[in-house]
């Protein structure tokens, strides 16, 4: 199981180091503090909606997930600053990740 | 360590020509080498290429393309902030003693690749620079309480500068209205609040002490160094309505010159897009937080030309690895008092700033006659 094959099935999961428990983003092979192993946390994560903008009809959002890391999402309805979302959809596609939050 | 000056530049106008990479840096190499003929072409013992182009092996090309052999000829790449990274090397080989003159030359394609990080997936299928600078934008007029008009003021400033330039890709000049009634690329973003990617290229000759006397009259020494990365990924800044790095970045620059920001008499500062110049002047320090559109309207409104007096990223055109050598070449030309139509009233220090990915790095440089 790696990260990205588990994003490809539209499961997102943390990389966490199994050493010092730091969850490690972006996702790697090593632990970016003390290079112990990851492995991967499944879980029902929360974000926070900490800044946005629109393009057309799609709001993209900078969301910081369980007070930790950030990642870019689409959304579709208008967000909040500080609204709590959890992540709907996810993948890679083109070799790019894609989020999608509500 | 040696003293380290600039003795020397060429530079080509900046266009949407379809060229080759390697005649774009051999353009502005033979414009230099032409413009100073004290300058012995042979003498150069080292080559620096600042590039995001894909094209391998181009120090050593552009060396063969201008007839000389030199000691140490590589590429550098650091995305929109190669060209001062490029400066910063170049000023280290003459510094330690490993060169005593330096070629350095910047030039990009319209079609550079250096745009996207395909590496940041944490911006997910977000990647373009329209949405960091978005997020800068919508972060940074939320916390100050700034309109999309004040901001605007920066696209009308730098365009009405550019046309002082002749190289600028700029030949229009836009009114506040103007830009508001652009293309709107986003909510927080109208395509006059961007700069072009562009085709270009600038080249300039850094030399040591023992050398500089005899090949310049004029020349202008770098006093200070500063750089700061922070990350690669844009969503790891620590604030989208400040750039930290740049703000390190010039305290570092500014103590190795002893100097204080209110002896900074003229700047270019990275507008790669309108957001960007406020927040610039706000993390050098030459604005308080939240205060860079004001000093911009000021600037504008009393024709002062002290920031970005070329016209900026927004005005000349951004070619990503030309840009940086473009910038120094401007504050250099300003220092000795050769910015003709632009030229800002006697200044004896000015100051770079370049960076690169929505300020996850910095690079301030401190010029001084």
């Known amino acids: 199981m790696s990260f990205e094959s588990e994003m490809s099935k539209g499961s997102f999961v943390i990389p966490q180091c199994s050493t010092c428990q730091k969850w490690v983003w972006p996702p790697t092979d090593y632990c970016n503090a003390c290079f112990g192993k990851i492995s991967l946390k499944k879980g029902d994560f929360q974000g926070r909606v900490i800044e946005f903008s629109r393009q057309n009809d799609d709001y993209f959002c900078m969301v910081e997930i369980e007070n930790s890391f950030r990642i870019m999402a689409k959304m579709s309805d208008k967000p909040k600053i500080d609204q709590i979302v959890k992540i709907s959809k996810c993948g890679i596609e083109d070799g790019n990740y894609y989020f999608e939050i509500n | 360590m040696k003293?380290?000056?600039?003795?020397?530049?060429?530079?080509?106008?900046?266009?949407?020509?379809?060229?080759?990479?390697?005649?774009?840096?051999?353009?502005?190499?033979?414009?230099?080498?032409?413009?100073?003929?004290?300058?012995?072409?042979?003498?150069?013992?080292?080559?620096?290429?600042?590039?995001?182009?894909?094209?391998?092996?181009?120090?050593?090309?552009?060396?063969?393309?201008?007839?000389?052999?030199?000691?140490?000829?590589?590429?550098?790449?650091?995305?929109?902030?190669?060209?001062?990274?490029?400066?910063?090397?170049?000023?280290?080989?003459?510094?330690?003693?490993?060169?005593?003159?330096?070629?350095?030359?910047?030039?990009?394609?319209?079609?550079?690749?250096?745009?996207?990080?395909?590496?940041?997936?944490?911006?997910?299928?977000?990647?373009?620079?329209?949405?960091?600078?978005?997020?800068?934008?919508?972060?940074?007029?939320?916390?100050?309480?700034?309109?999309?008009?004040?901001?605007?003021?920066?696209?009308?400033?730098?365009?009405?500068?550019?046309?002082?330039?002749?190289?600028?890709?700029?030949?229009?000049?836009?009114?506040?209205?103007?830009?508001?009634?652009?293309?709107?690329?986003?909510?927080?973003?109208?395509?006059?609040?961007?700069?072009?990617?562009?085709?270009?290229?600038?080249?300039?000759?850094?030399?040591?002490?023992?050398?500089?006397?005899?090949?310049?009259?004029?020349?202008?020494?770098?006093?200070?160094?500063?750089?700061?990365?922070?990350?690669?990924?844009?969503?790891?800044?620590?604030?989208?309505?400040?750039?930290?790095?740049?703000?390190?970045?010039?305290?570092?620059?500014?103590?190795?010159?002893?100097?204080?920001?209110?002896?900074?008499?003229?700047?270019?500062?990275?507008?790669?897009?309108?957001?960007c110049e406020p927040m610039a002047l706000e993390a050098i320090g030459m604005a308080n937080h939240g205060e860079g559109t004001k000093m911009v309207k000021e600037l504008y409104e009393t024709k002062n030309l002290m920031i970005n007096p070329r016209g900026g990223l927004i005005g000349c055109g951004h070619p990503l690895g030309a840009t940086g050598i473009a910038q120094t070449i401007e504050i250099t030309q300003q220092l000795q008092s050769r910015a003709r139509n632009r030229q800002v009233e006697n200044p004896n220090t000015g100051l770079v700033h370049n960076m690169s990915a929505a300020a996850t790095s910095s690079t301030i440089l401190v010029l001084e006659k």
């Not at chain 2, 949407?16 to 032409?34: A, G, P, R």
């Not at chain 2, 750039?243 to 209110?262: G, N, R, V, Y």
């Open chain 2, 3 to 275: 003293r380290v000056a600039i003795a020397a530049y060429g530079i080509t106008p900046f266009s949407k020509d379809d060229k080759k990479i390697e005649s774009i840096l051999f353009e502005s190499t033979k414009n230099l080498l032409e413009n100073n003929p004290k300058i012995e072409k042979n003498e150069i013992d080292t080559v620096l290429v600042s590039t995001n182009n894909n094209s391998k092996y181009l120090s050593p090309i552009l060396s063969e393309s201008i007839g000389i052999q030199p000691k140490i000829a590589h590429s550098i790449e650091n995305l929109c902030n190669s060209g001062t990274n490029s400066i910063v090397s170049a000023y280290s080989y003459i510094a330690a003693g490993l060169a005593d003159i330096v070629l350095v030359s910047g030039a990009e394609r319209y079609d550079s690749p250096g745009q996207i990080l395909e590496w940041d997936n944490s911006r997910g299928e977000f990647k373009h620079p329209i949405f960091w600078a978005s997020i800068f934008t919508s972060s940074y007029k939320r916390k100050f309480g700034i309109s999309d008009e004040e901001l605007a003021m920066v696209s009308v400033k730098n365009h009405s500068q550019a046309q002082n330039n002749p190289n600028a890709i700029s030949k229009k000049t836009y009114s506040v209205e103007d830009v508001m009634n652009s293309k709107k690329i986003t909510d927080d973003l109208k395509l006059l609040d961007c700069s072009q990617s562009c085709t270009g290229g600038a080249s300039i000759i850094l030399a040591s002490e023992n050398i500089i006397k005899k090949i310049t009259d004029q020349p202008i020494w770098i006093s200070g160094v500063g750089q700061k990365t922070i990350s690669a990924g844009f969503t790891k800044n620590n604030s989208f309505n400040s750039m930290e790095s740049t703000k390190i970045a010039s305290q570092t620059a500014l103590h190795m010159a002893h100097k204080e920001i209110h002896d900074i008499d003229v700047a270019e500062v990275h507008d790669a897009f309108s957001v």
